[in-house]
């Protein structure tokens, strides 16, 4: 029997959060997952439930699960054995691969902790198939985590939409699922991660016109707006939405009967009438590229997920350094004469000033604000090759 400090009801309940999803099983797995509820000797089973899994961190993943669902009141004293054993066909190869007893919270932790001194961190079994189950499992939790997250703040919903997230890119990027399995997937994330950014009161109001589909014999048909707006709280990230829209929503790319060419527009609503950020015409594709090629700043553009956050600014000030490097080169080079070369260090120039200004708002989230001095340094850095430095003092 494992012996712990008794579990809080504040962890409880994170226990029960964190273990939401349940991992799909294979019915000829190689690992067989045992939950049995035991009496209060621990010596007779009461009952038991178990699944076939095609991995330990599966089977690990199930357990925890089911167990977390007993770490209710009324039960937290009930004692259980949870259990990992290796089967070859039926019988049972190696036993008691994972074993744990005590009251269902302290094993869903002892069970955590076993994984975590063993460095079972991944879901990825190598087996395409139950790969890009797992994949759709983790992704049909995933979305509706994001949708109670638009209502409230609690912190263990925030670790586990983090969680799931880490075990959605885990599959991603180092699995073999198929590669039309890969993209639905990614878009169906890209998706759920920009639909945490709608925001009902959001100044920018993001519209796709469209001609409605008619019949040959009818008269042409009056543009209408799509029932679908949205409305987000920077430009920047109504253009992300519209540029996944437009790259995945059947509705706008793929239907026979939605013509090649639209109109979008993100409409800045506190001014009366509404502003027009940004009105571009054209095909779905051409829309999308357009928008993504957008250089002025408006907007950071944050998950809210903050390692994943920290990287997309490191890559942002990595970017930024470059950028440097490359126009110091571009303004000593002498033997430039030509207009087109003077057009690109204009619109160099004028990039990186816009990467500073996201960058910079980046420092201002709270999750990132403890990398405010080393990136401050970095930029600096860049900014002595091109030449600027702090401004001068005022004369005595």
């Excluded at 494992?2 to 959060?17: D, E, G, K, L, W």
């Excluded at 797995?29 to 621990?42: M, N």
């Excluded at 793929?254 to 090649?260: G, H, I, N, S």
Aim: hydrophobic residues 40%; contains cysteine; negative net charge.
């Amino acid at each position: 029997m494992i012996n712990r400090p008794a579990t809080t009801s504040t962890s409880i309940a994170a226990q029960h959060v964190l273990h939401s999803w349940c991992p799909p099983t294979q019915d000829r797995g190689r690992y067989r997952a045992l939950l049995q509820t035991l009496d209060s000797s621990y010596t007779r089973v009461q009952s038991e439930q178990q699944a076939r899994c095609a991995s330990l961190w599966l089977a690990r993943r199930w357990l925890q699960h089911h167990a977390s669902r007993h770490t209710g009141q009324g039960s937290a004293a009930v004692p259980y054995r949870a259990s990992v054993d290796e089967m070859s066909g039926d019988v049972v190869h190696r036993p008691g691969i994972y074993e744990a007893c005590g009251p269902a919270a302290e094993v869903v932790t002892a069970l955590g902790v076993l994984a975590d001194a063993r460095g079972e961190r991944t879901p990825v079994t190598g087996n395409p198939d139950i790969d890009a189950a797992t994949l759709s499992a983790l992704l049909d939790a995933y979305e509706p985590c994001l949708r109670q997250l638009a209502t409230t703040d609690d912190p263990n919903l925030r670790h586990y939409r983090i969680l799931l997230r880490h075990n959605i890119a885990a599959l991603l990027t180092t699995s073999t699922i198929p590669p039309t399995v890969h993209q639905q997937a990614s878009a169906r994330l890209r998706g759920a991660d920009l639909s945490r950014l709608i925001r009902a009161d959001g100044a920018f109001l993001t519209v796709i016109d469209h001609p409605n589909a008619h019949h040959p014999d009818t008269p042409p048909p009056a543009t209408e707006r799509r029932p679908s707006e949205e409305r987000f709280a920077s430009a920047r990230h109504a253009r992300e939405y519209l540029i996944h829209t437009l790259t995945t929503d059947t509705l706008v790319s793929t239907r026979d009967d939605v013509p090649a060419s639209l109109s979008v527009e993100i409409l800045d609503t506190r001014t009366t009438p509404p502003t027009v950020a940004y009105q571009i015409g054209g095909t779905a594709t051409d829309i999308a590229d357009t928008l993504a090629a957008v250089t002025d700043f408006d907007g950071a553009y944050l998950l809210g997920i903050p390692d994943i956050d920290a990287r997309l600014l490191t890559a942002l000030v990595a970017d930024y350094r470059h950028n440097a490097t490359t126009l110091a080169a571009l303004a000593t080079d002498h033997d430039r004469t030509d207009d087109d070369s003077d057009a690109h260090l204009v619109w160099l120039l004028h990039t990186h000033q816009q990467r500073r200004r996201e960058i910079e708002a980046m420092l201002t989230d709270t999750d990132l604000a403890a990398h405010t001095s080393t990136i401050t340094a970095q930029m600096a850095a860049a900014d002595a090759v091109l030449g600027i430095g702090p401004a001068p003092h005022a004369a005595d």
